[in-house]
């Protein structure tokens, strides 16, 4: 398959309701809870990208934790995909999270209570029930909230609710790269690409995640000669990300085609009339290759036949 897209479960370690100089999910403050490295971790194990795969997307999507996945030659070896509910309690408690009598954990007064938003799609509102189930077995309370895909998508500043303004905690949708080369669809985690109020909210990093050795390293690899080492540099790139529990990869969505080797009987195939069917004379419509296909669109106007060919002195 050619074509891939990603739906990945962003994590707000900046995104939520405080409001700093005028601007809400400020790059100046910090998330509450899922600033802490071992809510992110917890969150990342009880997501279970099998189940998305077995119960939703099937063949069509294979799970993954890499946010790169293709081509082969950037797919990294090293992030297996893991979901053990069992391993995030024991992380959270060792974390001070302690569960309350709600069965809800908190810590210095701060519960772990999520609000999870995609758009309206019904797989991923199945995917969103798989990890609310999961979530409510370690102890973490989320709160699903569906947008319009128009509403969701949408670049109009004034909107509360698109997912580049990211107001709640945890949002997810499909992402994939344009180009063969990863090199730009990385640019989405560049310190400088935050999505903020001052650049209306157009960067490409809607997760305001800053790093310096992400930025470091993909500033190298931009003029990084070398195949193999530049190879190296865009696959720790994933890793950063991925083993910060940036983002939390689901599946890898591949683009999916069918065709048939069977041809229709004629009876089947319908032609327009004549007259209502024009003929392009062009050189290329001229050559060997095309004429079948000047047969198979008859015209009442004649065809230009090709030119001579002029021979070389």
Not at 26 to 46: E, G, M, N, Y
Not at 189 to 208: C, I, M, P, V
Not at 260 to 275: A, F, H, I
């Amino acid at each position: 398959m050619s074509s891939c897209r990603w739906p990945c479960l962003r994590v707000g370690s900046r995104c939520w309701p405080p409001i700093v100089d005028g601007e809400r999910s400020s790059i100046k403050t910090k998330h509450p809870t899922l600033s802490d490295p071992a809510v992110r971790q917890a969150v990342a194990l009880i997501v279970d990208n099998n189940s998305v795969e077995k119960h939703i997307y099937g063949r069509t999507g294979p799970a993954t934790r890499d946010f790169l996945n293709n081509p082969p030659r950037f797919r990294s070896k090293a992030n297996p995909v893991e979901f053990n509910i069992d391993k995030a309690n024991e992380l959270l408690e060792k974390a001070g999270w302690k569960k309350g009598a709600d069965g809800i954990r908190a810590k210095d007064g701060k519960k772990l209570k999520f609000v999870y938003q995609t758009s309206i799609n019904q797989p991923r509102q199945k995917t969103q029930a798989i990890v609310k189930q999961a979530c409510q077995k370690a102890g973490i309370d989320v709160e699903l909230k569906s947008v319009t895909a128009s509403v969701f998508f949408s670049s109009d500043v004034a909107n509360p609710d698109t997912y580049a303004k990211f107001y709640c905690d945890l949002q997810m949708y499909n992402t994939g790269m344009a180009q063969p080369d990863p090199e730009v669809f990385l640019r989405r985690f560049l310190s400088w690409e935050a999505s903020t109020k001052d650049n209306k909210w157009q960067g490409r990093n809607t997760t305001r995640w800053q790093n310096k050795e992400f930025d470091d390293i993909h500033r190298a690899a931009q003029v990084e000669l070398d195949p193999v080492k530049r190879a190296a540099m865009l696959i720790k790139l994933n890793e950063l990300v991925v083993n910060d529990h940036v983002v939390i990869p689901l599946i890898a969505r591949l683009g999916v085609a069918a065709v048939s080797n069977r041809r229709p009987p004629p009876s089947l195939v319908t032609l327009p009339p004549p007259e209502t069917t024009p003929v392009y004379c062009t050189s290329s419509l001229r050559s060997k290759t095309s004429a079948p296909l000047l047969k198979m669109f008859p015209t009442t106007e004649p065809v230009v036949p090709p030119l001579p060919m002029r021979s070389e002195p």
